[in-house]
């Protein structure tokens, strides 16, 4: 008889937007015991998820479960990096983004299947400033409105949209200088968006041609555009044609270096983290394992994608509304002001 496999599920108690002892027990109920010698762990502090990734990777566990978002996943994988221990995905998070492009299921029951068929295979992972990502790093204004999304106090796709909103109106796009392989141009950017994965969750595919297996980065940059044209630009990243847009530049590289005028912030898998005038970007082919679905469906498009980009247009015309009703109503006060102002001179 075959040994089992020994398999850790890790689990961050307070990440992502649904509770966990559902997902503690269907794990007991649906994992395959006759595969599996299951190990339940939960972590206890920022980081703690690494270590004990760290420690089941040295005692040559077939894998190691995520059970929450990227971060959590972030946590993991960086100890399994360059070691023959899979990640394993159970998506709890605001936004799943490497579980959404590795086509994981967002159900517990689903994503359990998919563990229970023990199918690995090996994909690429990045650093920036040498610390790991997964799924997509990069400066401007994705950054910093992570930034603002990690000071919010709840999680959460409505949280992220509306802070996104918000910021929008205040972000002032940065000029960059970018060396790829060797190559120096210059941008005024909105957004400079490194993909491994192709989105950055919650089917938003800011690297819509990304792949996690061609030793590449698939680098987005978004030029300064109006307002008037957010909301065509928001449906092409929902519709996964983000690229075919005038303010977007595209190209694929191994390494990339920007440098700012400034140090900043910038983000790694949704996380934001302060960075200095130079941001050195890079690909490392295969050095991750991860369990991954028997069948991978293509080019699938989820079915509410149009809902989340016609969601986001309504909050795009409710806050520019917002502001109209705003400068009206403050040049009204200008206005009364002004009409007392002369009616003072003219006495």
């Known amino acids: 008889m075959e040994e089992k496999k020994r398999i850790a599920f890790v689990i961050n108690p307070i990440s992502g937007t649904q509770g966990k002892a559902a997902v503690v027990r269907q794990v007991g109920e649906l994992i ?42 972030n946590e993991i994988a960086r100890s399994l990096v360059h070691t023959q221990t899979a990640l394993g995905i159970i998506p709890c998070g605001s936004g799943n983004g490497l579980a959404r492009h590795l086509q994981i299921p967002m159900e517990v029951r689903g994503a359990l299947q998919v563990i229970n068929g023990a199918k690995t295979t090996e994909i690429d992972y990045g650093k920036m400033n040498e610390v790991p990502f997964f799924c997509t ?146 690909i490392l082919p295969k050095e991750l394992r991860v369990i991954v679905p028997s069948v991978v469906k293509k080019n699938v498009l989820v079915p509410n994608v149009f809902q989340r980009a016609q969601d986001y247009i309504n909050g795009l015309k409710q806050i520019n509304d917002a502001i109209v009703e705003d400068i009206a109503q403050t040049n009204r006060r200008l206005f009364d002001k002004g009409k007392e102002q002369i009616k003072k001179l003219t006495k």
């Open 32 to 73: 395959d015991k006759e595969i599996f010698d299951v190990e339940v762990v939960y972590t206890e502090y920022a980081g703690h998820a690494t270590k004990i990734a760290a420690e089941r990777a040295d005692k040559g566990y077939f894998a190691v479960v995520a059970v929450g978002g990227d971060g959590t996943i």
């Open 137 to 282: 790093c990069g400066v401007g204004f994705d950054a910093f409105v992570s930034l603002k999304f990690s000071q919010a106090g709840k999680r959460g796709p409505l949280t992220y949209l509306e802070k996104m909103l918000q910021e929008s109106l205040r972000y002032k796009p940065e000029t960059y200088e970018l060396e790829m392989d060797g190559i120096s141009s210059h941008y005024q950017a909105f957004v400079i968006a490194c993909g491994n994965a192709s989105q950055y969750g919650n089917n938003a595919y800011i690297a819509p041609h990304a792949s996690l297996s061609d030793g590449l980065l698939d680098v987005t940059i978004l030029e300064p555009f109006s307002m008037i044209e957010a909301p065509s630009l928001a449906f092409q990243l929902f519709n996964r044609s983000i690229d075919q847009n005038s303010h977007v530049k595209s190209f694929r590289c191994r390494s990339l270096r920007i440098l700012r005028k400034k140090p900043g912030v910038v983000h790694f898998d949704g996380d934001p983290m302060m960075a200095g005038e130079v941001v050195e970007v890079q």
